[in-house]
């Protein structure tokens, strides 16, 4: 058995809350973040999560939904006050956890700690290339000599190839999520304005513009427009990059075409098999929007594995 001297934990979604820790540091705030470093059962937020308090009792973010954020809340206000962080457990079979909400069985740990050094910090995390995984180590101790790390993923960004009516439902939806969306199609007719107010969108042919996106490992590409012209280019660059989801819409008949023309052109197995064909949860999806549904829970449950898988 191999042992670490780090907890590590990986997310995506810590943008906002840094921005929040350098906004209020900029204003003279002292702070404290509670961290989730490990979960068990039904516990409602996953490792990795954050809550930032200040001394007046602000908060943003949230490490539980909220059943055990309040005492979370006055360990932090504690940790502010004396410089030392603080590990707090919450189990099924203590009362306390009873106390503060979780009853439906679960465990969770939170790391309690004071924000020191915060620009130099938030300098590393918000600054610089957004495509970069960044590291950042707790200051504080938790048991047995171990340290957390909590490992900063990119945003999460969706390249959708094909202007189509779903591409209209998906891209509605992934901004709910807070996906960063590009559209691209080369055909300015579909690929417009008009159609797709708000979106980001590229004109250029696929692979050209994958190229000037960019891919890393948080980036999904979608190609929906079911012309191999468009689709094909976009998913030769996709296979062989770093993206954790790559999804094609078409039918089993299309997807194993698709497959023999990636494959007579020289694309290994294992690179033909991340493409998801057909794209999605099967869920019975009919329409626009229930396909579009479809491929956004694949997406998220591959993501949400993914993250899983990264911590050792």
């Known amino acids: 058995m191999v042992v670490f001297d780090t907890v590590r934990a990986m997310s995506t979604d810590w943008r906002h809350i840094w921005q929040t820790i350098r906004d209020w540091d900029s204003e003279g705030r002292k702070m404290a973040l509670a961290t989730v470093v490990k979960t068990w059962g039904s516990s409602p937020r996953p490792v990795g999560s954050h809550l930032v308090i200040d001394a007046d009792g602000h908060m943003e973010g949230s490490v539980s939904g909220g059943c055990v954020d309040g005492v979370v809340v006055t360990s932090a206000n504690e940790c502010i006050k004396t410089g030392k962080g ?113 979106t980001k969108f590229l004109t250029d042919w696929p692979d050209e513009a994958l190229e000037k996106i960019g891919i890393n490992s948080s980036t999904a590409i979608i190609t929906l427009s079911h012309d191999p012209k468009l689709d094909d280019p976009a998913l030769e660059i996709a296979v062989k990059s770093e993206a954790f989801y790559i999804a094609a819409l078409g039918s089993r008949k299309t997807q194993k075409q698709r497959r023999e023309r990636l494959s007579d052109k020289g694309f290994s197995d294992a690179e033909i098999a991340r493409i998801h064909g057909p794209a999605g949860l099967d869920i019975g999806a009919l329409e626009p929007a229930e396909i579009a549904l479809s491929i956004l829970s694949e997406l998220v449950s591959i993501r949400r594995a993914e993250n899983i898988k990264g911590i050792a």
């Open 86 to 198: 603080e590990l707090l457990k919450f189990e099924v079979a203590t009362d306390q956890a009873w106390e503060v909400g979780l009853s439906c069985g679960g465990e969770v740990d939170i790391l309690v700690e004071p924000l020191v050094d915060i620009e130099k910090k938030a300098a590393f995390l918000l600054d610089g290339d957004p495509n970069q995984v960044r590291e950042l180590k707790s200051e504080t101790e938790m048991t047995g000599g171990e340290f957390f790390t909590h490992v900063y993923k990119p945003a999460l960004k969706m390249i959708v190839v094909g202007a189509v009516h779903i591409s209209q439902a998906l891209v509605r939806m992934a901004e709910t999520l807070d996906i960063d969306v590009t559209l691209v199609d080369p055909r300015t007719a579909y690929a417009s304005e008009e159609r797709f107010p708000g």
